[in-house]
Structures are given as C-alpha cells and as structure tokens.
C-alpha cells in the first residue's frame, strides 16, 4: 500500500508505540489521526505530527464505535487501522478481580474487533485499506501470570487469520504484529517492571518501523524481533520439550 496520501487511524497513540506508529506514518505521508486517553498527550503527539486528535477510553461499552465516528469525521474515511491501545495485567490468575478481567478483555480484544467491525466495510467498499493489529508473543506462547492478556492476544490472533480468510480479494489487508519486549511504559502499567537481563527490550522505533513497513507492503505478520519465530515453532512441533523449558526459565517475554 501506497502511504502517502493515506489516511490513519492509530489508538494508544499519546505514547509507547502507538506514538512512535503515528510518527512513522507521518513522516510517510499519511494523515494521522491520534487516538487516546489522556487530552495533553494525545494532542502533543497530533500537534507532532500534524494530525488530529480523538480522545476516548476504549474499554467503555460503546466507546469504540464513538471513537471510530470521531476518526472519520476528520477526512471522511479511514484507510488504515492501527488498533495498537493495550493493557497488561501481572500475577496469579486467582488474584484478578473480576472488573480487571473484564478491563482487559475490553481493551485488549473487544476495542479492536469493535473498530474493525465499524471501520472495514467502508474500507471493502472502496477496494483498498489495511488492518493492523498488534498482538504478542504471549498470544502464540503463553505466559505465567499473565493469562487474561496471553487469552486476548491469542484470540487477536485467531481473529486476524480468520478475517485476512474472510476478506481476500478485497483489496483490504490484514496484518498482526508479534513484538517481544518493548522498551516503554508497558510493565510499569501492567503492574511489575520488565526484570530480565535477557531479552533486552526492543527500542519502540524499531517495532514502529516494522509494523509500517509490514503496512507498506502488505505483509501478513511482523515480528520484532525476527528471532521469536523459534518458541511458537518449538511449541508446535516439540510441545513436551516446550513445556519442560517453559518451566526450566520461568516466565517468557512480554510486550510493549
């Protein structure tokens, strides 16, 4: 897909990766329309890039849809969707609330299917867009203490397979990112830091520069980085071996 000229759609974009996406994409040529929750940061970010800001917690029932209004309001329509906005959650299932159950599950996977839901018709219509999810690595490995957030990625993942099935030859794309350890604000908000030596953290620029190049060429999946390939491979093909090292080395690595 040609950029330049495009109109986008980013949530979670006042900071983290959301940002750093809408700055690539800016710098493309598309207008970026800046999605979040916090007014000061989300119009920092649009003033940064010259887009428009929408404000909204997307873990409200409705919420989606009124943010989706709001984006195609500004240019009338939207060619790219990056439903990036996420939250993670750290500990033993057992200790989760039922209301941070639902906060995630919201979040996490019913925002993004909302907003494909409110924004791809228009997209089939005119022949032409892309859907970019972001999922995780949890979502093809799992990981202890973070089995509601591993549960939603593991469904963003299911979903973009299936829809990518059921849209083909639209001339819409779908593609979901799988990033590792990310260098932002991801941990502090789930609840507990990122406390591994290994793998280090992932720079945001390089995960930002991965999903727009997947976008530009309309790739099925990206993941940052290339290397993570291996443990779903593991797990596929040796899942008794998988296990034991799953056990062995504790906890795998997270998003964000």
């Known amino acids: ?20 996406v809408a700055e690539r994409l800016a710098v493309a040529g598309a207008r970026v329309v800046v999605h979040g929750r916090d007014a000061e940061r989300t119009a920092e970010v649009a003033t940064r ?3 428009a800001p929408v404000l909204g917690d997307l873990a409200l029932p409705g919420v989606a849809a009124e943010v989706a209004d709001a984006a195609l309001a500004v240019h009338e329509r939207i060619d790219i969707l990056v439903a990036n906005a996420g939250l993670g959650w750290s500990g033993p299932f057992v200790q989760m609330r039922a209301e941070e159950i639902d906060h995630l599950v ?3 996977l019913l925002a993004p299917l909302q907003l494909v839901r409110c924004l791809l018709p228009s997209m089939v219509e005119r022949r032409g867009g892309h859907v970019a999810l972001v999922g995780s690595i949890a979502g ?16 963003l993942d299911v979903f973009a397979e ?4 059921e849209i083909r030859g639209s001339g819409v794309f779908v593609s979901l990112t799988v990033p590792g350890v990310v260098d932002t604000g991801f941990f502090s908000a789930r609840g507990r830091p990122y406390d591994r030596k290994r ?3 992932v720079p945001v620029a390089d995960v930002a520069r991965a999903l727009v190049d997947g976008i530009a060429n309309d790739r099925a999946e990206i993941w940052i980085p290339r290397w993570l390939r291996v443990a779903p491979a593991v797990r596929a093909l040796a899942p008794g071996l998988y296990r034991q090292l799953s056990a062995r080395f504790g906890e795998q690595v997270m998003p964000r």
């Not at 950029?3 to 974009?13: F, H, I, N």
């Open 49 to 51: 890039v010259g887009g």
């Open 1 to 20: 897909m040609r950029l330049d000229g495009k109109v986008a759609l980013v949530t979670g974009a006042s900071a983290g990766i959301g940002a750093a």
């Open 140 to 155: 093809r490995t799992a990981v202890a203490g973070e089995a509601v957030y591993a549960a939603t990625k593991a469904a």
């Open 106 to 108: 919201a979040l996490d």
């Open 162 to 165: 299936s829809l990518r099935l």
């Open 199 to 201: 793998p280090r953290p």
